[in-house]
């Protein structure tokens, strides 16, 4: 029969635009959460990475906000280009045992020039 | 480049059948972490090593095995394949928290 791929949210955006890419996770007690870019035919990229001691780290042109209590992450891109067009995930984790990442579906961000 | 690099980039085999899959780490990183990523699971923690000692464990089948060895090379041994088994097999390597990513081996099982 036919296959049915993994259906992802998806994000369009235009080239200079601000992108916000959301993520819920599901356990309270993760402390540690990090966001992975990943384009076609590539492995996961490292992109930024936050500790549940802190709701905002800014990279270059990325900021990544955490809601505890609500359990949300949220990728921030700032001037969105069309070399952003990715899979975003989220991935969480609890530091104070064996390090098993938990990751998210993902979201795929396309960027129009 | 992330510096982790996979072999073979491609692998078709039939069902039953054992392949194994093979990844170098970066230079220095002692961690060696093996995910698989299908279209139906999205991406899942297979098992964690570190220094060549099993680490961590995640949902990694008993038909699957790892190891890591002292030259900190890692191999992943899939057998008894099946049609579901059929995926993107990626290495990780880290010195700390944040792992690097190869480019992954596809695996397809007819």
């Known amino acids: 029969g036919e296959s049915v791929g993994l259906h992802l949210p998806t994000l369009s955006v235009q080239e200079g635009d601000n992108s916000i890419i959301n993520c819920a996770y599901s356990?309270?007690?993760?402390?540690?959460f990090i966001w992975y870019k990943q384009e076609s035919g590539k492995g996961p990229q490292f992109i930024i990475d936050?500790?549940?001691?802190?709701d905002k780290r800014q990279g270059q042109r990325v900021t990544v906000l955490l809601n505890k209590t609500v359990k949300h992450l949220s990728l921030q891109i700032a001037a969105t280009q069309p070399g952003d067009s990715a899979v975003y995930f989220c991935?969480?984790?609890?530091?104070?045992?064996?390090?098993?990442?938990?990751f998210g579906r993902g979201t795929s961000l396309i960027v129009h020039p | 480049d992330s510096g982790v690099t996979q072999t073979p980039k491609h692998l078709i085999t039939a069902t039953g059948q054992r392949v194994t899959l093979r990844c170098s780490p970066r230079s220095g990183d002692l961690s060696v972490y093996w995910y698989q990523q299908s279209l139906d699971q999205g991406l899942q923690f297979l098992i964690q090593y570190y220094n060549g000692e099993e680490r961590a464990k995640g949902n990694i089948l008993e038909r699957f095995s790892a190891q890591q060895f002292p030259d900190l090379h890692s191999e992943l041994n899939l057998s008894s394949l099946e049609l579901g088994d059929s995926a993107l097999y990626f290495c990780?390597?880290?010195?700390?928290?944040?792992?690097?990513f190869g480019p992954g081996t596809r695996l397809t099982v007819l």
């Open positions: 356990n309270s007690a993760s402390d540690y």
């Open positions: 990780a390597s880290s010195v700390g928290e944040g792992e690097f």
């Open positions: 991935a969480e984790t609890w530091t104070g045992g064996s390090y098993i990442p938990t």
């Open positions: 936050i500790r549940s001691n802190t």
